[in-house]
């Protein structure tokens, strides 16, 4: 036969293999943190890149306008006289070229030539860094772009290069006539070589950001192992965790956002705790309650005697009222279990006087109840009626089994509280007492045979809890003890009540006897 344990292992590991595999929360931070970092750094790179490129292209267009408002100005000039410091027109447009190119300072990545009708006719004496010497297509391109006799700025990219070029046509005139011959200065910006210079920046911009980006991803990743080392303690511990051992706490280290959540798990483990630790209680406490009468069924029917009518009717008897009382303590689980629900309580409108009243008609039916009412406070609050009466004769009755008959019931409003009273005037209750009374199963030592479950005044607390409120006992003047249900008065819909021990015009609440 298969093991099924080990079939359970078998599958538990098919699973865990099926499983998607989850990305780390550490890993999840440093990723988000870099690639947001990264878009910041490609977008400012792309942004100064673009700008800076502009820039540069515009600068080489502000230099070839400047170029050529020297050109124009050397012709406009005109040359010098001999041995004068009078100067006159140009002879010829060919001898103002050569003035032009022989004056000019050509700047980096740049080219300079002069055309005398159609072929290149001057070129600098230096070398450039852009040779236009045999530039021919060039210069045929120009002379089409050049027809209309007027300078022009523009872009020439044929043959594998990109230039940005000053095409300027010269005329030189004597005063009563035009010399015909053409001549034209040209300048060239060769724009991938201009450009190249800040392309080796935008590489060291890259670099450098890939540089940063490895730093903030390290310092990301030691950073985020520092901030969820106690994350993952939670974890180890919440894994260790069973109901058999509560016993482990995280330790609280700081005072930032994770100090304050393993506070929080710890004290969800402390209140994990307790509900283990009440839950074991409870069930021995039932164990043991349901011992009792069980062991008295079984050892009365083992000695009845069947053949004796006497004996077999005292033992029905016997066991039917240890059964009542079996069902008596089950229906008083069940209440305490239904007070531990999402919603033990449902709350309503209710006026306080008409409900005293009813629970005082009510508690006169208990047996030996001698019932007067108290002060009684007027007013409407929002409370659960029906539990307010069940925690209420609970009270009456054990005021009655306990106190000897004599009970008084009373209300008041004391600023946002409402407080109901149960008065007896027996023996009260032993100040040893007045801690543990409202536990489970816990039942006085002053009256005999008084016969309950014992939950009696622990449903009283779990009502009194679940409307935001306490129940406490107390020593009476004159004798006696003075349960007292202490609840929230919140007001309810409709017409406001004060809540107050005054109204608003500052006298006294009244309370009606």
């Given at each position: ?7 359970a292992n078998?599958?538990s590991r ?8 989850l990305?780390?929360?550490?890993t999840?931070i440093v990723?988000a943190?870099t ?14 890149y673009?700008?800076e490129r ?6 080489m ?6 170029n050529?408002e020297?050109a124009?100005?050397i012709?406009?000039?005109?040359e010098?006289?001999?041995d004068t ?8 447009a060919p001898?103002?070229?050569r003035?032009?190119v022989e004056?000019m ?7 300079v030539?002069?055309m005398v009708?159609?072929e ?7 070398r450039?860094?852009v040779d236009l010497?045999g530039a021919h297509?060039?210069a045929a391109y ?5 027809a209309?006799?007027?300078p ?7 043959d ?5 070029y000053?095409?300027?046509p010269?005329v ?5 006539t035009?010399?015909?011959?053409p001549a034209?200065?040209v300048m060239?910006?060769?724009?991938d070589a201009e450009l190249a210079e ?5 590489r ?7 540089i ?5 991803a390290?310092?990301g990743?030691?950073?985020a192992?520092?901030?969820l080392?106690?994350l993952r303690?939670?974890?180890?511990i ?5 109901a ?5 706490r995280?330790?609280v280290v ?7 959540l393993a506070?929080t798990m710890n ?8 509900a283990?630790?009440s839950?074991?209680r ?7 309650e349901?011992k009792t009468?069980i062991?008295?069924?079984?050892g009365?029917l ?11 009717r005292?033992t029905?008897?016997?066991t039917l009222d240890e059964?009542d009382?079996?069902?008596r303590l ?5 209440d305490?279990?239904a ?8 709350l309503?409108?209710?006026?306080i006087?008409?409900l005293?009243?009813?629970?005082a ?8 109840a001698e019932v007067e009412?108290g002060?009684t406070?007027?007013?409407v609050?929002a409370l659960?009626a029906n539990r307010?009466t ?17 009970i008084?019931?009373s209300s008041?409003l004391?600023?946002?509280?409402l407080?109901?009273s149960v ?5 009260g209750?032993?100040d040893?007492a007045?801690e543990t009374i409202f536990?489970?199963f816990r039942?006085?030592?002053?009256a005999e045979g008084?016969h309950g479950?014992?939950?009696?005044l622990?449903?009283v ?8 409120g ?6 009476a003047a004159?004798g006696?003890?003075?349960?007292t ?8 819909d409709?017409?406001a009540t004060?809540?107050?021990d005054?109204?608003?015009g ?5 309370e009606?006897?």
């Amino acid at each position: 036969m298969t093991d099924p344990s080990s079939s359970a292992n078998r599958r538990s590991r098919i699973a865990d293999a099926l499983r998607p595999q989850l990305v780390s929360v550490r890993t999840r931070i440093v990723a988000a943190i870099t690639a947001t970092l990264a878009i910041g750094l490609l977008a400012v790179g792309t942004a100064v890149y673009i700008v800076e490129r502009q820039s540069d292209l515009d600068q080489m267009d502000d230099r070839l306008r400047a170029n050529l408002e020297s050109a124009r100005f050397i012709v406009s000039e005109g040359e010098a006289a001999d041995d004068t410091a009078d100067r006159r027109p140009w002879d010829s447009a060919p001898e103002a070229l050569r003035a032009v190119v022989e004056r000019m300072s050509p700047d980096d990545n740049t080219g300079v030539m002069g055309m005398v009708a159609d072929e290149i006719s001057l070129v600098p004496g230096v070398r450039l860094d852009v040779d236009l010497s045999g530039a021919h297509e060039f210069a045929a391109y120009l002379l089409d772009q050049t027809a209309g006799g007027e300078p022009i700025i523009g872009t020439y990219a044929e043959d594998g290069v990109a230039w940005r070029y000053l095409a300027a046509p010269l005329v030189v005139e004597d005063g009563t006539t035009t010399v015909s011959t053409p001549a034209m200065f040209v300048m060239v910006y060769d724009i991938d070589a201009e450009l190249a210079e800040f392309n080796g920046t935008a590489r060291v911009f890259v670099v450098a950001s890939l540089i940063t980006l490895a730093i903030v991803a390290l310092v990301g990743i030691i950073v985020a192992t520092r901030l969820l080392r106690p994350l993952r303690h939670m974890r180890e511990i919440a894994t260790r965790v069973s109901a058999r051992s509560l016993d482990e706490r995280i330790p609280v280290v700081g005072k930032d956002d994770v100090a304050d959540l393993a506070r929080t798990m710890n004290a969800m483990l402390d209140r994990l705790d307790d509900a283990l630790d009440s839950q074991r209680r409870l069930l021995s406490d039932v164990g043991h309650e349901l011992k009792t009468p069980i062991t008295i069924v079984h050892g009365h029917l083992e000695v009845m005697d069947p053949a004796d009518v006497d004996d077999v009717r005292s033992t029905q008897a016997l066991t039917l009222d240890e059964l009542d009382r079996m069902g008596r303590l089950v229906q008083d689980l069940s209440d305490a279990a239904a007070l531990h629900g999402s919603a033990p309580v449902h709350l309503e409108p209710v006026d306080i006087g008409d409900l005293i009243k009813q629970i005082a008609r009510k508690a006169q039916g208990i047996a030996g109840a001698e019932v007067e009412r108290g002060k009684t406070a007027e007013g409407v609050v929002a409370l659960d009626a029906n539990r307010i009466t069940q925690a209420m004769l609970q009270l009456a009755q054990n005021a009655v089994a306990y106190g000897g008959g004599r009970i008084v019931i009373s209300s008041r409003l004391s600023g946002r509280w409402l407080q109901l009273s149960v008065r007896d005037f027996g023996p009260g209750v032993p100040d040893d007492a007045k801690e543990t009374i409202f536990d489970r199963f816990r039942r006085g030592t002053t009256a005999e045979g008084v016969h309950g479950s014992g939950l009696g005044l622990n449903i009283v607390q779990l009502i009194a809890r679940a409307h935001g409120g306490s129940v406490r006992v107390d020593d009476a003047a004159g004798g006696g003890a003075l349960f007292t249900i202490t609840l929230s008065a919140r007001p309810a819909d409709g017409p406001a009540t004060p809540t107050s021990d005054e109204s608003p015009g500052g006298s006294p609440r009244t309370e009606k006897e």
